[in-house]
């Protein structure tokens, strides 16, 4: 492991790899993770191993240990990841087809300003995101650049955002 952290010895990574890869995908499989997904998580984790080399601590625990750590944290993100969906402009499209009387043919002046006075009631952080995603039409990672947030902050203040007006249109 200190020869992948400190030299960035590829011979080095790859016995770790042929030794840890295929223990971690068992414990995806025991865990009931489908194969094609559980050998992505692996490699997702091995090469984790690789960028995350230097910050490994002996001192706190084996390289067992901090991997499966890290390979439970990708399991979990991606669960995580698989429940949230990313929100999009199907999201807008489908919001704007809640609206009262669209199906009918309603004025879209109607709907604009039905829109425009929702989006007063939402929290302004969520405003601003869904300004940016989709008046602006910035991706969800330029938006978080430009804020300084974190990416899954802003994927989860624009989903927030979108909850709350499709509730506001069922009201």
Not at 81 to 98: E, F, I, K, N, V
Not at 152 to 168: H, P
């Amino acid at each position: 492991m200190r020869s992948v952290a400190m030299d960035r010895d590829t011979a080095a990574f790859e016995r770790l790899f042929a030794h840890f890869a295929p223990r971690i995908k068992g414990y995806f499989l025991r865990l009931g993770v489908p194969a094609e997904l559980a050998e992505e998580l692996a490699q997702e984790t091995m090469v984790a191993l690789w960028r995350k080399a230097e910050s490994f601590d002996p001192t706190r625990a084996s390289v067992a240990t901090w991997l499966f750590t890290i390979a439970r944290n990708k399991r979990i993100d991606r669960a995580r990841r698989d429940r949230r969906p990313d929100a999009g402009a199907d999201d807008m499209a489908d919001l704007m087809g809640a609206l009262p009387g669209a199906d009918a043919g309603a004025d879209a002046t109607f709907g604009a300003a039905w829109l425009t006075r929702a989006l007063t009631q939402l929290p302004p952080d969520q405003r601003q995101v869904l300004d940016k995603a989709f008046y602006e039409e910035k991706s969800h990672s330029v938006i978080a650049e430009e804020l300084g947030l974190p990416l899954g902050t802003v994927k989860s203040r624009i989903r927030l955002a979108l909850v709350r007006l499709k509730a506001l249109v069922t009201e």
